[in-house]
């Protein structure tokens, strides 16, 4: 499982995601209630990016039609949205932010 630097810790606003490619994988990283997640950035319901969705309560909002996936597990709360969105683990490493996305969480 090859873990790769997508950023820095300090660049990382809080509940702001930031949208970044890894091996040609899209994957929105998130600040939030002290914590880094990573997952994928491409809506299961349709072609969109989370990253530009809002972030709360360790949820991410789609904003084409509203289906909030958890940042822990990638599952949706609700429709339209039926399957779960992939992530990845994160590790922090002094200012450090690394993704594995070889293997989903
Ligand atoms: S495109 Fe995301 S909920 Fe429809």
Redesign the pocket.
Known sequence: MAFVKVCALSELEDDTPKRVELDGTPVSIVRTEGEVFAINDV??????SLSEGEVEDCMIE?W????SFDLRTGKPSGL??TRPVPVYPVKIQGDDVLVSVTQET
């Open positions: 809506c299961s319901h349709a072609n969109v789609c084409l039609h509203g289906s339209p949205a």
